[in-house]
C-alpha cells in the first residue's frame, strides 16, 4: 500500500500504443474523482501504431498544483511493457514507490536488426529477476499470459489494474464499477475475472516475479530450437494497417481484397514473431512449436 503523505498520490503509467496506457490512466482518474479528490492527468499519446511511447501522469489528492510528476517522486510505476518499465523506472520514488510491470516485450522495429530465427534483438537485456532485485516493492506480471488464458490477451492492462488495486485505498467494488464503464459490454465479464487474477497475484506478497518471466524469455526459448510454427489472424481484429506486410523480413504477408492480413505461404514463414509484436491491434498469433514436443 502506498504510504500516505502529505502531498498528492502520484501514479506515472506508461506503454506503448495500442496497448491501452490512456484507458488505465482514466480509470484510475476517474476512480478518484468518485472518491473526491482533486486529480490532474497528463498524456502524451505517442504514436497510435505499436512502437510509439504512451505515458500518463495522474496525480490525485485533496489539492494538487501540477500535471506532472516529478523525476523520482512517482509512488506508483505502472508499465504495459517490459522495456518502457525500465526507461521510466528513475521517475519511481526509491525510497518508497512500487514497480508493476507486465514482461510482455514489444520489440520496436528498429531493435530488429537481424530478424533470423535465433537471432537476438536489440532489446533491454535486463531480466525481471534483476529489476524485482533493485527495488523496494512490487509485481514482474506475465499479465498479457494471465489475460491470454482467460480468453482475451488486450484484458491484459485489466490484470495490470488488479495489481495496481493492492497498492492504493480504493474499494474493490469501486474499481470493478468504474472498469464495467471504460470496457465493451461483452467484455466486462473477462475484464472482471482479469481484474480479480492480477489482484490475487499480486496480494500473495510485496514482491514477486512471474514464474514464466525468469531466465531467458519465452520467444529466446522457442529461436534456439527447431519449432513448428504456425500464424493465426483474427480477421475481426485486423484493420488492415498494412504494418505487418511491410516489417515482415520474409515478405511472406499480404493483405487480401478485404484488406485484412493473410500468408498464403506458410512455408516461407519463419516463426521470427516480428509481425506478432508489431501488429497494434494483436490481430496475429505466432505459435511455435519444438519439433521434438509436436512429435510426442
Ligand atoms: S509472417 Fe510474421 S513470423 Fe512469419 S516471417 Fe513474417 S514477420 Fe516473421
Ligand atoms: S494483422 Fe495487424 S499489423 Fe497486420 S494489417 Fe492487420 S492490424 Fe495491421
Known amino acids: 500500500m502506498v504510504e500516505k503523505r502529505n502531498g498528492p498520490t502520484n501514479v506515472l503509467i506508461v506503454g506503448v500504443g495500442g496497448q491501452g496506457v490512456i484507458m488505465v490512466s482514466k480509470v484510475l482518474a476517474q476512480l478518484c474523482q468518485n472518491h473526491g479528490y482533486e486529480v490532474k492527468q497528463s498524456e502524451v499519446h505517442g504514436m497510435a501504431k505499436r512502437g510509439g511511447g504512451v505515458?500518463?501522469?495522474?496525480?490525485?489528492?485533496?489539492?494538487?498544483?501540477?500535471?506532472?510528476i516529478p523525476e523520482g517522486e512517482a509512488?506508483?510505476?505502472?508499465?504495459?511493457?517490459w522495456a518502457e518499465a525500465l526507461r521510466w523506472i528513475n521517475f519511481m520514488n526509491p525510497?518508497?514507490?512500487?514497480?508493476?510491470a507486465d514482461t510482455q516485450r514489444i520489440v520496436p522495429p528498429f531493435a530488429c536488426r537481424a530478424r533470423g530465427r535465433g537471432e537476438e534483438a536489440g532489446y533491454a537485456p535486463q531480466t525481471p529477476e534483476e529489476i524485482m532485485a533493485q527495488v523496494r516493492a512490487g509485481y514482474a506480471i506475465d499479465a498479457t499470459s494471465m489475460a491470454e488464458d482467460l480468453g482475451n490477451l488486450k484484458a491484459a492492462n485489466t490484470v495490470l489494474l488488479g495489481a495496481l488495486s493492492t497498492?492504493?485505498?480504493?474499494?474493490?467494488?469501486d474499481w470493478l464499477e468504474v472498469i464495467r464503464g471504460f470496457v465493451p459490454p461483452h467484455s466486462i465479464d473477462i475484464n472482471m475475472a482479469a481484474f480479480a487474477a492480477g489482484r490475487?497475484?499480486?496480494?500473495?506478497?510485496d514482491k514477486r516475479v512471474e514464474e514464466s518471466a525468469k531466465g531467458l524469455h519465452k520467444a529466446d526459448?522457442?529461436?534456439?530450437?527447431?519449432?513448428?510454427?504456425?500464424?493465426?489472424?483474427?480477421?475481426?481484429?485486423?484493420?488492415?494497417?498494412?504494418?505487418?506486410?511491410?516489417?515482415?523480413?520474409?515478405?511472406?504477408?499480404r493483405l487480401n481484397e478485404q484488406l485484412v492480413a493473410?500468408?498464403?505461404?506458410p512455408s516461407k514463414c519463419t516463426g521470427c514473431r516480428m509481425c506478432e509484436w508489431l501488429c497494434p491491434d494483436f490481430a496475429i498469433k505466432i505459435t511455435n512449436t519444438p519439433v521434438l514436443e509436436a512429435a510426442e
Not at 505515458?55 to 506532472?68: I, M, Q
Not at 493473410?262 to 505461404?265: A, H, S
Open 55 to 68: 505515458f500518463s501522469h495522474v496525480r490525485y489528492g485533496s489539492a494538487v498544483w501540477s500535471p506532472t
Open 75 to 81: 509512488d506508483v510505476l505502472l508499465a504495459l511493457e
Open 95 to 100: 525510497d518508497t514507490g512500487t514497480f508493476i
Open 167 to 173: 497498492t492504493l485505498e480504493f474499494p474493490v467494488e
Open 200 to 205: 490475487e497475484w499480486a496480494q500473495a506478497g
Open 221 to 253: 526459448v522457442e529461436l534456439q530450437q527447431q519449432v513448428i510454427t504456425k500464424l493465426e489472424i483474427t480477421e475481426e481484429w485486423c484493420k488492415g494497417c498494412d504494418i505487418c506486410v511491410k516489417m515482415c523480413p520474409e515478405r511472406c504477408l
Open 262 to 265: 493473410e500468408l498464403p505461404d
